[in-house]
């Protein structure tokens, strides 16, 4: 790895809001590792005997053998915060090069490229440093310029690594749109070279680029929803053909302020998500009272099952402002339940899991961490 200049800087923290979700798909955490942790934290709470042999390093489970998540030794040395960085302003000529290597930038025009430069930086990372932590502010993208990072989670001081992060693969892209801090760490494994892209030549680039904006609309939807289908008990018992197929039929929309999505009195079976905006839920007033509201916002769901019951839905659901969704829609749902006789188990399985705002008519948060 080149040398860099001799600059060194704690890295700060401070919070500031973030880009806009995009009028622009797991965290580029896979979305069934979620599940698998969570399965190994319940395996390990059971059997201590087990678990003593995991933090001596003496053995993997067959869980892990099975998910490839590796379990890292409570009491080995780790970074309790964000270690001493070496960085200097981005070399530009660099910078397009790994920028041209990145799927979801491949092909945009140079100035569109050499535009997320600015302010752009070239971060060394020492062997073991953190480059961030989980719950940090999410406020950049990075590049993997040289060398290899490590993306975990920490859990009762013990550490789940989820995956790694080669050369021209991006870590934290997802992070910018769906949330305000960071849902893991991220360590070097072996000394690494990161480009940082800020969030704020991002949000710039989106509102003039339309053909990177419908790129990252897509990355940003696919991703909510392989993590939705992934880590959600609703869909346990979908396996995960049946889960692609799912993801393959959403459809997005977009609704203008005052626009209806559903009316009182239809008989449906659908599944919304929203991924930019609030829906409002509202029902029928009755003599002498007011009607009811719900809120819908970003990363939540709605699941209606009326057609299942056959049953007409009491609620009308509405955009009070300009709102972004992805949904699968009567036609899709029947085809897809004809198809995967378990999705039919959604009435049983929806009120464990989900919030009833009215008969048939479910709402819940889709669980899906930033990164």
Known sequence: MADLPPRSTNRSRVAVPLVSPPVLTPSLIPFDVMQAYEREVAQVARANEEAELIHSGEVLSLEQELTGEVLLDADAEKSSEVGIVTERPADRRTGL?????????????????????????????????????????????????????????????????LRHIGRHEPLGLFGLFSGQVRAACARAIGDALVLEIQSAAMEKLLKTDHELNERLLHFYQERLLEGFLGSSRLFSEVDSIARARMIGRFRERSLSAGEVLLQPGEVTNSLVVVTHGTLVLEDRPRVGQEAKQFEIAQGQFICITGALSGLPTRLKVNAPAPVSVVMLGQKEMTELMRDYPALRNLPKLLPSHARALDRDVYCGHTGVPGL
Do not use: C, H, W
Not at 120 to 132: H, Q, R, T, Y
Not at 137 to 160: M, N
């Open 97 to 161: 090069e790994a920028l041209d290597q990145v799927k979801q930038f491949q092909g945009l025009a140079s100035s569109s490229l050499l535009s997320l430069l600015d302010g752009a930086k070239e971060i060394e990372v020492s062997d073991n440093e953190m480059l961030f932590l989980e719950g940090d502010p999410a406020l950049s993208f990075y590049v993997v310029l040289e060398g290899t990072l490590e993306v975990l989670r920490r859990k009762d001081e013990r550490e789940v690594a």
